[in-house]
């Protein structure tokens, strides 16, 4: 019997808008085992789509995103994160207004929010941005899964109108700024 290496992975967890464009991203990342739709940041356990959306659990629209980081590194997935959202305006993207839309990095490590900080601090001082970063840098808490329906989302809806109209946008800008992190 061989002795396979064993590949250790980590997880990151973003919330920058609606989950759909995000997963949609994170999903053709190399490195990226897996993205799951969900809720975090809350105090309302066990939510559903209907009661955050209402804006009063608390919770944000976040993936969760599993990766080897033996092959994409955390700092390139907040490198992503910047690039796929607006992380300047509060509690909205595009159409979608609400705290649950929120712009938000929940850390699960020590080193991540220092990196998660440094790279604010880093797009800060080169003016990246047209204003300030309002994104929120926090531990994680419980994850808790969206509905099966929002799962990979974009690729079992890509004719339907907002997969059209907001993430086939974002994927085109993703894929010609980031060609070397995509998935073969």
Not at 37 to 65: D, F, K
Not at 127 to 150: C, K, N, S
């Amino acid at each position: 019997m061989t002795d396979t290496p064993r590949t250790e992975h980590d997880r990151a967890t973003f919330g920058g808008g609606c989950f759909w464009c995000i997963e949609a991203v994170f999903a053709r990342v190399r490195g990226v085992e897996s993205v799951q739709s969900g809720y975090m940041g809350g105090a309302h356990p066990n939510p559903s789509y209907e009661a955050v959306c209402t804006g009063r659990t608390g919770h944000a629209e976040v993936v969760h995103i599993t990766f080897d980081p033996a092959v994409v590194a955390y700092r390139d997935l907040l490198e992503i994160f910047f690039s796929t959202h607006d992380p300047t305006t509060l509690n909205r993207q595009g159409h979608d207004v609400g705290t649950q839309y929120r712009s938000v990095i929940f850390f699960h490590s020590p080193a991540q929010e220092d990196a998660a900080k440094t790279t604010v601090a880093a797009l800060e001082s080169d003016r990246r941005f047209h204003a300030p970063i309002v994104t929120e840098i926090t531990p994680a808490g419980v994850l808790y899964p969206a509905e099966d329906y929002h799962q990979n989302y974009f690729a079992q809806n890509p004719t339907q109108p907002y997969c059209t109209f907001h993430i086939a946008p974002k994927l085109d800008a993703f894929t010609r700024q980031f060609p070397s992190k995509l998935k073969p």
